[in-house]
């Protein structure tokens, strides 16, 4: 290691440490902290049935809507209470990972 490589410190639950950032580190994609009220699709798929409308009213647990993935029908439940702020999708929407399907505020 030449003198003019900077070590970077890293905290974890033990304690702190000192490390060479690699290239590959730096162009890492940045952790993003999920928001539990966007619902993306996890899984690509295509919309088998919705069954929520802006505006509804939800509780945590109820099925927003069906996804049909890997020939399985994936409930996709609301994560918190709340109310449909945007749907997204409709039934037959092709989606891919990642994609957002409904919005709860």
Request: proline share 3%; hydrophobic share 45%; no cysteine.
């Amino acid at each position: 290691m030449s003198d003019q490589e900077e070590l970077s410190k890293i905290a974890l639950e033990n304690g702190v440490f000192e490390t060479r950032v690699t290239k590959k580190f730096l162009r890492r994609k940045s952790y993003e902290k999920k928001d539990p009220r966007v619902i993306k699709a996890l899984i690509p798929g295509v919309v088998a049935a919705v069954e929520t409308t802006v505006g509804k009213a939800v509780k945590q647990g109820d099925t927003l809507l069906i996804l049909e993935a890997m020939k399985m029908l994936n409930r996709i439940k609301a994560p918190v209470n709340g109310a449909v702020k945007a749907l997204r999708v409709a039934a037959g929407d092709k989606v891919v990972k990642g994609q957002v399907l409904i919005e709860i505020e």
